[in-house]
């Protein structure tokens, strides 16, 4: 079984960045990829992005060039640097991993991000 565990600050005002993170823990599993997705209010959960073991990252377009996604392999934990954030930017993002082999997903509980002055 595999545990994610998100932390970053909540509340942030337009213009500024933020570093979300995301922990996975567990036995006995290796990580094939993890990623971010968020869900704004009365919308449904949308891909932000997602990295590979090898390296290999994928943005949605509405975050590219804003969005930066990055993973430290012996931590097993995953960062989503998110720079010049918009009020739209408001959601709950979610920590997402793809467990290596029998590919389950495994989410996070989210944690809530609001852009506001």
């Known amino acids: 079984q595999v545990q994610l565990q998100e932390s970053g600050p909540g509340l942030v005002k337009p213009g500024g960045s933020l570093r979300l993170s995301c922990a996975a823990s567990g036995s006995g599993f290796s990580i094939y990829a993890m990623g971010w997705y968020r869900q704004a209010p009365g919308k449904q959960r949308e891909l932000v992005a997602t990295i590979t073991r090898g390296g290999i990252i994928n943005y949605a377009d509405s975050v590219r060039g804003r969005f930066t996604i990055s993973r430290d392999s012996a931590k097993n934990t995953v960062y989503l640097q998110i720079n010049s954030l918009k009020p739209e930017d408001t959601a709950v993002y979610y920590c997402?991993?793809?467990?290596?082999?029998?590919?389950?997903?495994?989410w996070g509980q989210g944690t809530q991000v609001t852009v506001s002055s």
């Open positions: 997402n991993a793809v467990r290596l082999g029998t590919l389950s997903e495994y």
